[in-house]
């Protein structure tokens, strides 16, 4: 459920500049920002802002950047309860959580192939966007 007002999808034609190492990089749309957060070129604690404003923020402010679920959350998950699929869970994988429940974590090697995919972040959430 969203706010009200709120769109499950990003909306096109915001552009925003990014702090770089003490210097600001050009104008750079949400598409662009999204590809460079899915990169890894980016962290949450970046500095970015509105081309058209003066107030810098962090990264991880920008709707539809990052995932609301927190990586080291995921990474407990998976060390703890990775074998009765509460990570994926967590994640929004319903249906593979299910799956590795039943599996009882794939006799555990799916569990320990989950918990080290996870813990280097190669896992994004169900939406496709990073963890924080």
């Known amino acids: ?3 009200e007002g709120a769109t499950t999808t990003p909306p096109g034609g915001h552009r925003f500049v990014v702090s770089g190492g003490g210097e600001s990089l050009g104008t750079i749309t949400l598409e662009q920002l999204r590809a460079m ?3 890894r070129q980016l962290t949450p604690t970046t500095r970015v802002r509105n081309a058209a404003g003066n107030h810098w923020f962090e990264a991880r402010q920008v709707p539809w950047l ?3 679920r ?3 959350v995921a990474v407990v998950l998976s060390v703890f309860l ?3 699929g509460i990570d994926r ?4 994988y319903t249906w593979l959580g299910v799956a590795k429940l039943v599996t009882v974590g794939g006799l555990g ?3 320990l192939v989950d918990c080290v995919l996870i813990a280097v ?3 994004p959430d169900s939406d496709g966007l990073p963890l924080r």
């Open 1 to 3: 459920m969203t706010p």
């Open 37 to 39: 957060a899915a990169a």
């Open 66 to 68: 990052y995932s609301d």
């Open 70 to 72: 927190q990586w080291l």
């Open 82 to 84: 990775g074998a009765l």
């Open 89 to 92: 869970f967590y994640l929004g």
């Open 109 to 111: 090697i799916w569990a």
């Open 121 to 123: 972040r190669m896992v």
